[in-house]
T-cell receptor, first 116, second 112 residues
Framework: EPEVTQTPSHQVTQMGQEVILRCVPI?????FYWYRQILGQKVEFLVS????????KSEIFDDQFSVERPDGSNFTLKIRSTKLEDSAMYFC??????????????FGPGTRLLVL | RKEVEQDPGPFNVPEGATVAFNCTYS??????FFWYRQDCRKEPKLLMS???SGNEDGRFTAQLNRASQYISLLIRDSKLSDSATYLC?????????????FGTGTLLAVQP
């Protein structure tokens, strides 16, 4: 069964450093998402991406964040200058996108980011 | 009012018990509803979509009450493997890509 993959599974970084989180969505999917979950809190939407551009972003997704689809398979989230409060689990998700809003979003296993 | 609200639990039940989770949502225009399951430190996984007519999948039954903006999940004959956090999720059709709005989750612990 096709699945969303993410690398790395864990990332430890120093405050102020740049990190890039990588995702490979399911191959024929058209919509891509990043969510994050701070430990003990709910899953929160960050950004969605369709047709090679950002479709929607939350207030969390400020100028320190960017997303890119550099080739036909990868979807990346970059945090330019990490803060302590960026420590969280980051989930990538993708959706086929043919039938409007009812379709399932499939989540990757997540990258656990720890900012020291 | 929170967009999606759930009782955080924990619900501690013996094996074989029936347990029900409830959820309310604030946006009356919402159209798509889901229950996801999340194991500790893992990704959310779709358990079932929730339809207006109610739907059942084995031991799991989901109900939607649009008038009350209320969603429920019933688990019958609980198994140890059902222990997880159950996330009530609403798709936001107001945006371009139907982002998901998650509740905080309800923790279920099934005891032997």
């Amino acid at each position: 069964e096709p699945e969303v993959t993410q690398t790395p599974s864990h990332q430890v970084t120093q405050m102020g450093q740049e990190v890039i989180l990588r995702c490979v969505p399911i191959s024929n999917h058209l919509y891509f998402y990043w969510y994050r979950q701070i430990l003990g809190q709910k899953v929160e939407f960050l950004v969605s991406f369709y047709n090679n551009e950002i479709s929607e972003k939350s207030e969390i997704f400020d100028d320190q964040f960017s997303v890119e689809r550099p080739d036909g398979s990868n979807f990346t989230l970059k945090i330019r200058s990490t803060k302590l409060e960026d420590s969280a689990m980051y989930f990538c998700a993708s959706k086929l996108g043919l039938a409007g809003g009812q379709e399932t979003q499939y989540f990757g296993p997540g990258t656990r980011l720890l900012v020291l | 009012r929170k967009e999606v609200e759930q009782d955080p639990g924990p619900f501690n039940v013996p094996e074989g018990a029936t347990v029900a989770f409830n959820c309310t949502y604030s946006n009356s225009a919402s159209q798509s509803f889901f229950w996801y399951r999340q194991d500790c430190r893992k990704e959310p996984k779709l358990l079932m979509s929730v339809y207006s007519s109610g739907n059942e999948d084995g031991r799991f039954t989901a109900q939607l009450n649009r008038a009350s903006q209320y969603i429920s999940l019933l688990i019958r004959d609980s198994k140890l493997s059902d222990s997880a956090t159950y996330l009530c999720v609403v798709a936001d059709h107001g945006g371009a890509t139907n982002k998901l709005i998650f509740g905080t989750g309800t923790l279920l612990a099934v005891q032997p």
